[in-house]
């Protein structure tokens, strides 16, 4: 595409003006690969054998949702498809801001795509409201000199949590240093680290049991472990860069969030699976999806697009370019770039452990989402940041999200035991 | 004759419409959202946000943060007007340069305290060199909440005193010389002068000052959102917070209504507080 069909295309998008004239674009807003080397490696090699011109634009999450309501109520459409988280998706079913896409169950499901994946992609409706797009989870990374400081048999890639406290109290009594990070800012993503590992792990469900014993005893181990947690943790939004500048040497985080950091010195870190404790090993996968918004300018080249970007090859090129994994069924190549095959690695010892334990994302919260994640992370702030009692602060929170289950009727999910009704905090 | 009655209207016919669609539109809109639930009236955005982990919090924070800031802020800008009317050379290059705050954004000045602060920033590097740290202290922490606090008065002293020092420069200008000359030839020493002379009559111009000084220092969120993340919650990043974070538009309605009814509030004392009568001005 050149230069001035690109201004064109995006002033069409800033302006709604220029849409008629440009119905043969295909405009596909993104609330991932945001980062402009990402964003120009999806223009340029991505999108690059698409069936029709597509203009890709990104957009904060934030900024995302506010722009497709203000679309729908407009009733004037500029954006023919969206690609975003599950949990950024599931609010436009109720915003009317999708369309299903049926249609392509077919293709995705031929391709390999997991029937749980797709049952994902229903948002709680009886259609298929998006595609599964790509997937990541969540992994840990740490700098090899810390790796010297591991307590006497503990194995990196089966770590438990008692052993990851030895190994950050180690640290810290050689060095002085705090040297154990999580992503507890503004932006990090603490709240899947609780709802996605640390709960399946200690209590082998997230919702149903929030405020039993084993989450009791939990969270006082939690404690424990964060006296030797960098205290800046409370900032930190992506770990890659508190790793980059040595302010920590093991660090949590989603593997987009830990790729920088991978990509600019592989040499220097280790990946390996988050802890284990009495129930397993909790892990979450994090799905991407792609969807058509209702009257979208160009639905056909949508459809197309989304064909396009489902076929293996364009998988694997995710994976090569972006540290994204392929939803289809895709081998990938052994020649990945060394950032990228420790995600790669890290990704299969977490999904590979003996011990591992699937946590879904939050099923049919709907716009609840992010006051679901609140109680998770309001609990942390109460207990471990701020000392409050931990049996009366877990009541608390629990008839807070006992509400969220109520007002949303969302059945539980994994690991917690599926059942009819609302989820139940026991 | 009846264009010269229709002419005031045209005047401040585009400034009324202004207000009515960005201001009063929005505030209508806002105050709707507030007080609905589930389409139905009710109170219950504003139950949830009271009852909050971080209400009780950000309600104390914010009114630390303004009784800390406003009365430095106001001995401070005092002090430095003095100072400024006194040079008899240089005086609008000082002016110009005490001014320079205004024009940094509030993020951009949060940022600019950031980097002197955090860790790793200018503040422990002097520190480091003085020889009274050997290695990053952490200032900005949730461990160090008085150093936080400090940080964050320091940030939005260096931001917002050029505000007040604006409209006292302005007020003090408009206080006759020879006031204060008949007081001299009377006997009456700087320190009396100021009192008895210049304090009361720049009292419209500190009024007008701590007003608008002070209903912004209700708002005050992007100083604190860059120094301290979380750590310090405050009532307009709680609005942020349920708007963006939590997708709740009603309890972050709910929070601005709250906002707007303690700026309101601190504005009415102002107005009772202050009041001047028109015959004691020159």
């Known amino acids: 595409m050149t230069g001035l069909k690109r201004l064109l295309a995006a002033a069409a998008v800033s302006g709604a003006a220029l849409t008629g004239a440009m119905a043969q674009e295909t405009i596909f807003l993104s609330t991932q690969l945001r980062p402009v080397e990402e964003a120009t490696k999806v223009r340029q090699i991505i999108l690059k054998g698409a069936p029709g011109p597509v203009t890709f634009v990104v957009e904060e999450p934030s900024p995302f949702q506010t722009r497709m309501d203000a679309e729908t109520q407009a009733g004037k459409r500029t954006i023919s498809m969206v690609g975003a988280l599950h949990g950024e998706l599931a609010p436009l079913v109720a915003s009317k801001g999708l369309e299903p896409v049926d249609g392509l169950v077919a293709k995705a499901t031929a391709l390999g795509v997991p029937d749980a994946m797709m049952a994902l992609g229903k948002l709680g409706t009886n259609s298929q409201m998006y595609i599964p797009w790509m997937q990541a989870t969540y992994i840990m990374a740490a700098r090899k000199e810390a790796l010297q400081y591991l307590p006497a048999g503990a194995d990196v890639n089966s770590l438990t949590y008692a052993q990851l406290k030895d190994w950050a109290k180690a640290i810290q009594d050689k060095t002085g240093k705090r040297a154990l990070g999580f992503p507890a800012g503004p932006k990090g993503l603490l709240a899947r680290f609780f709802q996605g590992y640390l709960y399946p792990s200690y209590t082998g469900g997230v919702v149903a049991t929030f405020k039993s014993a084993e989450a009791e005893a939990m969270w006082g181990a939690f404690k424990d472990l964060w006296a030797h947690v960098n205290p800046n943790s409370a900032s930190y939004d992506f770990m890659q860069e508190p790793l980059m500048a040595g302010e920590v040497m093991i660090a949590f985080d989603h593997v987009a969030r830990l790729k920088d950091a991978l990509v600019a010195a592989p040499n220097d870190y280790v990946t390996f699976p988050a802890p284990s404790a009495g129930k397993g090993r909790g892990f979450m996968p994090v799905v991407a999806g792609l969807g058509v918004a209702p009257n979208a300018p160009n639905k056909a080249g949508a459809m197309a697009t989304i064909e396009h970007l489902l076929k293996p090859e364009t998988q694997i090129a995710m994976a090569r370019e972006l540290g994204f994994f392929p939803v289809v069924k895709a081998d990938l190549p052994a020649d990945l770039p060394g950032g990228i095959k420790l995600l790669v690695e890290g990704v299969a010892k977490t999904q590979g452990a003996k011990d591992a334990l699937v946590s879904l994302l939050p099923v049919g919260l709907g716009a609840k989402g992010g006051e679901f994640n609140k109680v998770y992370v309001d609990t942390f702030q109460a207990i471990v940041l701020r000392g409050a009692p931990i049996r009366a602060t877990l009541d608390a929170q629990a008839a807070t999200l006992q509400t969220i289950m109520n007002e949303t009727k969302a059945p539980c999910w994994a690991p917690d035991k599926p059942g009819d009704g609302a989820c139940k905090v026991n | ?282």
């Open chain 2, 1 to 282: 004759m009846s264009r010269s009655r229709l002419l005031p209207y045209l005047l401040i016919g585009p400034a009324t419409v202004f207000l009515l669609a960005l201001f009063v539109a929005p505030l209508v809109q806002t105050i709707a959202l507030a007080f609905t639930h589930d389409g139905a009236a009710s109170l219950a955005n504003f139950a949830k946000m009271v009852g909050d982990l971080n209400f009780g919090l950000s309600i104390r924070n914010t009114f630390l943060l303004v009784l800390t800031v406003i009365p430095l802020q106001l001995c401070l800008a005092l002090a430095m007007a003095m100072m400024v009317q006194k040079l008899e050379k240089g005086r609008d290059l000082v002016l110009w340069i005490l001014i320079i705050p205004l024009g940094a954004s509030d993020l951009a000045a949060g940022l600019v305290w950031l980097s002197i602060l955090q860790d790793r920033g200018y503040f422990n590097t002097v520190l480091n060199m003085l020889g009274l740290v050997d290695g990053p202290v952490n200032w900005l922490s949730y461990e160090t909440p008085v150093s936080l606090f400090v940080g964050v008065v320091l940030a939005e002293l260096w931001r917002a005193t050029a505000i007040v020092l604006v409209i006292l420069i302005a007020g003090l200008q408009l206080i006759p010389k020879e006031y204060a000359e008949a007081a001299e030839i009377f006997g009456a020493d700087a320190w009396t002068r100021f009192r008895r002379i210049t304090l009361p009559l720049l009292k419209p111009s500190i009024q007008s000052a701590l007003i608008l000084r002070t209903v912004l220092a209700f708002e005050v969120f992007a100083v604190v959102y860059a120094l301290s993340g979380r750590n310090f919650p405050v009532l307009v990043g709680e609005a942020y917070a349920w708007q963006h974070g939590n997708q709740n538009n009603g309890v972050a309605a709910a929070y601005a209504i709250l906002v707007m009814a303690i700026s309101l509030a601190a504005t009415v004392v102002y107005i009772k507080a202050l009041a001047t009568r028109p015959e004691t001005q020159p």
